[in-house]
């Protein structure tokens, strides 16, 4: 008889389209999920995250063992340092003479598995994970010879190849992007729908006192957990969201709102990145809504431009560039994380908000994690290291292969343009127009300097004196520096003095 093979199973990978998973022969192959101390440790994880990981995982066991599947399941209390020594553990267990697993999305583990054969003693065949649809090949394909990698051109594509949001070869409506019909600001325009409660079952319930007990020290109020662990959830949240959240996505998805962390957005990123939901379906659901009529085109290109451009882009940007993409830092920014990043404990209303929620819920919206504390970020020169670390953590859609592009790349132009074709900053003043966060704030966004002056706008001309040089280069920044050499002498050198009062300060 033909030797069991081991099928490692990783806590982003719980779908049934799991290369490794559909290799897997029932009558002989043996399943291995581990909750291992290396992977729960390696950056300060949001509990929320370690919770709905360890659940899924638990859930997805379960419903292997029901579909007649050998599993193999090693839980957190069993002490077990990293998945190298889990492979190990069960190998020794079963006698399986061979290890298959998809890859992983993180290039430090990546660089793991690359030792395993030799270390475990037996042949490794890491299968490319397929649950993505551009490919490792098909992206270099795309971006060979290109001197600008532009996300709207590989978004195109991308809805070519897959047939999204087409009449015929032409995108629906005439255009492929209807991203200015998307940045409207909060005023209160529309009652905002409440979301359906979660409550967490038996397994996740002592998932939750695991976790408390197991990392008190780590950011997540867990008594506001209300994710989905299981595939049949998550799908549920997707179907409330579509009906009735979609229709006000487009038009507020650059909003920021004082009176609810989520607005209309629909919360799924966590459930792709880990497998509950598989992104082709969640873009062909979005668009059998708006033909329809249950939204506006321009709400569905939205949607569907964050999951099969925007998502594939980044990875394929991670696994292009990598590993030395993750040194990159173009303004040489070094200055260290403020504590308040890690309390929200700030009187700067809109990073208050953005980082407590951060930290409370593992979550905030992009234009949260962009244009506020990603902007804030950038303008104040904080480390590049740093904070990919601090997003890496606090987020439960978090892998380093989506967070590190968003982060270095988007955020904090760290990358030397590789992904933007200019810096994401901003003063005080796209804040105000884009939500209601200024009204609850002490400072005052129409002010550069002086007493209650929004630290946004001095931070901001700081950065363009400081960094005028480079952006010189760019064509896209020509107006604003003009504007800012034309000013008198005596307010950029007050400007520059009261940016510098509050960096000190940090």
């Keep these: 008889m033909t030797q069991p093979r081991l099928i490692l199973i990783l806590a982003d990978q719980l779908s ?3 290369p490794a998973l559909v290799l897997a022969d029932k009558a002989r192959d043996v399943i291995l999920l581990a909750e291992v101390a290396e992977e729960a440790h390696y ?20 419903d292997l063992e029901r579909d007649g599947f050998s599993v193999q399941y090693l839980s957190f209390d069993r002490g077990v340092a990293s998945l190298e020594d889990a492979c190990r553990v069960a190998l020794d267990a079963t006698g399986c003479g061979e290890l298959l697993v998809c890859e992983p999305g993180e290039y430090r583990l990546a660089s793991a598995m690359a030792t395993w054969s030799g270390e475990l003693a037996v042949p490794v065949q890491i299968l490319e994970d397929r649950r993505f649809l551009a490919s490792h090949d098909q992206f270099q394909q795309w971006a060979a010879g290109r001197k600008q990698l532009r996300m709207e051109y590989f978004y195109r594509d991308m809805r070519r190849q897959y047939g999204v949001l087409l009449d015929g070869a032409e995108p629906c409506g005439g255009k492929w992007n209807y991203d200015s019909e998307n940045r409207v600001g909060w005023r209160g325009q529309c009652e905002i729908p409440e979301r359906p409660d979660l409550v967490p079952d038996a397994i996740t319930s002592e998932v939750i006192a695991l976790v408390e007990r197991g990392f008190p020290s780590n950011p997540g109020d867990l008594t506001q957990f209300r994710l989905a662990v299981t595939r049949d959830d ?17 038009t507020y998805q650059d909003a920021l709102v004082e009176e609810s962390p989520w607005v209309f957005h629909s919360l799924i990123s ?10 082709l379906a969640v873009c062909q659901q979005v668009e059998q809504a708006w033909r329809d009529e249950r939204c506006s085109l321009a709400a569905a290109e939205g949607f569907i431009r ?5 998502r594939e882009y980044v990875r394929g940007i991670y696994w292009l560039l990598m590993p030395e993409y993750a040194t990159r830092n173009t303004f040489d920014a ?20 953005a980082i407590k929620q951060s930290l409370d819920l593992g979550y905030a919206h992009h234009i949260q994690r962009l244009m506020v504390i990603g902007n804030f970020a950038l303008l104040a020169g904080l480390d590049v290291e740093a904070v990919c670390a601090w997003y890496l953590a606090v987020y439960v859609d978090a892998y380093e292969w989506v967070e590190l592009p968003n982060t270095a790349g988007m955020a904090l132009h ?23 966060h200024c009204k609850s704030c002490r400072f005052n966004p129409a002010k550069t300097t002086g007493e209650g002056a929004c630290p946004f706008n001095s931070l901001y001309w700081h950065f363009i004196d400081r960094h005028a040089d480079y952006l010189g280069g760019n064509a896209r920044m020509g107006l604003i520096l003009a504007n800012w050499r034309k000013r008198d002498a005596a307010d950029k050198a007050s400007i520059r003095d009261w940016a510098d009062a509050f960096l000190a300060a940090l």
Aim: with cysteine; net charge positive.
């Design 414 to 436: 760290a990358d030397n343009g590789a992904m933007a074709s200019k810096p994401y900053a901003a003063s005080g003043k796209y804040i105000q127009k884009q939500g209601n």
């Design 270 to 279: 966590m459930y792709l990145n880990c497998g509950l939901l598989e992104p």
């Design 306 to 310: 964050q999951i099969l451009g925007w």
């Design 16 to 18: 049934p389209a799991n």
């Design 334 to 353: 070094r200055r260290p994380l403020p504590d308040f990043f890690w309390t929200g404990n700030t009187d700067l209303r809109c990073l208050e908000q």
């Design 234 to 250: 998550a799908q549920a949240q997707f179907d409330w969201f579509c009906n009735y959240a979609l229709a006000n996505f487009g």
């Design 43 to 62: 950056v300060r994880h949001n509990r929320h995250k370690i919770v709905l990981l360890f659940s899924a995982m638990r859930h997805f066991a379960k």
